[in-house]
């Protein structure tokens, strides 16, 4: 069994990843730590913070310095939540892709032989709704969705 664990850096996805654990602990299972990195996210913070400041000279500059945080973030989520893994023997690996975040989970869940899908029911904006992502993927996505709460 393959189970894909979506990671956004939310404290959700995080009580998904944990969940995650208990599953492939019982059905021993491989998991996939996924994350997907959008440049459209780190432009809109770029564009939030120069008009907020006033000081929109260094926009580029910017955007890369937000991109490279978001890299380096996601990577340190997914780099102690493999040690977790590890600490629990579970077989464990982490991918980051760039890319829209909708298209490119529709695309690893489909060909990448998983038998479950696990995700968190809120995203990072944390709001009091099921978060966006699930709303787009949940019809598209063909192995089963567990949506941790």
Not at 88 to 105: F, L, N, T, W
Not at 123 to 128: A, D, V
């Amino acid at each position: 069994m393959k189970i894909l664990v979506l990671i956004d850096g939310s404290k959700w996805s995080q009580k998904a990843a944990l969940h995650a654990i208990e599953v492939a602990k019982r059905k021993n299972a491989e998991v996939v730590l996924f994350s997907v990195l959008d440049i459209v996210e780190a432009k809109a913070m770029a564009f939030n913070f120069c008009t907020q400041s006033g000081i929109c000279a260094q926009l580029k500059d910017y955007e890369g310095r937000i991109w490279e945080d978001m890299h380096k973030d996601i990577q340190d989520e997914q780099n102690s939540l493999l040690s977790r893994y590890k600490g629990e023997k579970i077989q464990c690996s982490a991918k980051v892709v760039e890319g829209r975040v909708r298209d490119e989970v529709i695309r690893e869940a489909n060909s990448g032989g998983y038998s479950l899908v696990v995700m968190g029911t809120f995203g990072r904006s944390g709001k009091n709704r099921v978060s966006a992502l699930l709303e787009q993927i949940g019809g598209a996505v063909r192995p089963p969705l567990l949506v941790v709460r």
